[in-house]
Every structure is written in structure tokens, then in C-alpha cells.
């Protein structure tokens, strides 16, 4: 599939179920050896990086089954779990990553008024924003 042009819908849908299906083998793997030698043997990275592997097939799974786009509270990022993608529209990069910011002037220093790794709209935060100027 990724050596190819184009790739077809059905095409598509086969080799994501593909993935999956690697791996949920790779999980239950994990899942036998977790019972044979326990997970004392993993470190606290190794631990954490498992949990939200274990999130992000649940996510995946869900949304291939239910034929569906898009998941609430998404994971894009193993590494950082946190981290939301943020629709922009911009020329450059129609997507952005990272925390999303309300900043206020005053006297010259910045303050920051609202901080959110999720999406949201600086119109909802605008009243309370100019009344805490």
C-alpha cells in the first residue's frame, strides 16, 4: 500500500484491519509474557508507552469498526499522549500540534489567560479575558 499511487478506499480499509489485527498478536504476545515474568520487569517509560498503546488500539479499533472518521479525545502521539490535533486551516499546515494559548499584554509583560491542549474557540474566552484586563 504505501508504494502504490493511489490507493483505493477498499484498499485502504483492508490494510488498516491488517495492522490492527498485527497488532492486537503483538499485545496478546505481550500479555503472556506479562503473566510469565510480570511487568516489574518493565521500566516506568516501557510501562506508560504500553498503557497508551493498549488507549490508542481501543481508539483504532473502535473506529474501524464503526466505519467512522474521527474519536473523541484522540491519540496522535505515543510519546506525548496529551497532545491534540488542532484544525487551523492555515496555507501552510492545515493541522497544528501543541497547546493552545490566550495571551494578554499588559505593561509589557505577558500573561497567559487560558491554556488548553484541546481545540477551542478564543471568542467563548474573549469576555473574560478583556474583564480580567
Do not use: C
Not at 502504490?4 to 490492527?20: F, M, W
Not at 496555507?91 to 491542549?117: C, D, M, P, Q, T
Amino acid at each position: 500500500m504505501a508504494k502504490q499511487r493511489r490507493v483505493s478506499p477498499r484498499g485502504l480499509r483492508k490494510a488498516i484491519g491488517k495492522q490492527l489485527r498485527f497488532v492486537a498478536r503483538d499485545l496478546r504476545i505481550l500479555a503472556t509474557l506479562r503473566d510469565e515474568v510480570g511487568l516489574e520487569a518493565l521500566n516506568r517509560r516501557q510501562y506508560r508507552d504500553l498503557l497508551v498503546i493498549h488507549e490508542l488500539y481501543r481508539q483504532q479499533e473502535e473506529m474501524y469498526r464503526k466505519r467512522a472518521r474521527r474519536i473523541d479525545d484522540r491519540i496522535v502521539n505515543i510519546s506525548q499522549p496529551h497532545d491534540r490535533p488542532i484544525v487551523r486551516g492555515k496555507a501552510r499546515a492545515n493541522v497544528e500540534f501543541g497547546a493552545k494559548v490566550v495571551i494578554s499584554l499588559v505593561e509589557g509583560y505577558a500573561r497567559i489567560e487560558h491554556l488548553g491542549w484541546d481545540g477551542f474557540h478564543e471568542g467563548h474566552t474573549l469576555q473574560a479575558v478583556v474583564e480580567a484586563y
